[in-house]
């Protein structure tokens, strides 16, 4: 079996268990991943060179938040096609605001995250 490898899945969540559950449960999926505390670290990190093939991404965290990421991201034309899989507990009445690939709200179906993780990067390669 031939097995393509796509970038990792950038997971950006303040919460250290919520981002250390993700990160397990995609890797049990066999997708490499990528772990931030906030947005400003997945920013640098992207910015440095670093890949994602998505990004799961929460809106309420320290130094920056979601929301200025997601900004920051539009703007940068290297950045704004990695599709954005917004998972947050706070601020779903303006999630159409983020032009995010899929919303879901906190408390979520981790497996239902990984089947649109896999949705997302079957054309990435």
């Avoid at 998972?87 to 899929?102: K, V």
């Amino acid at each position: 079996m031939t097995t393509v490898t796509s970038p990792p899945v950038l997971v950006i969540d303040d919460d250290a268990a919520v981002r250390r559950t993700m990160a397990k449960f995609l890797d049990i999926s066999g997708f490499e991943v990528v772990e931030a505390d906030n947005g400003q670290v997945a920013l640098t990190y992207l910015q440095d060179g670093g890949k994602a093939s998505v990004i799961v991404l929460d809106l309420r965290m320290p130094v920056m938040d979601g929301w200025a990421f997601r900004k920051a991201q539009r703007l940068d034309p290297m950045l704004s096609e990695i599709p954005v899989i917004v998972l947050s507990g706070a601020d779903t009445d303006r999630f159409g605001e983020l032009d995010a690939a899929a919303t879901f709200e906190k408390p979520a179906s981790f497996q239902t995250i990984i089947k649109c993780v896999r949705r997302l990067t079957a054309h990435v390669q």
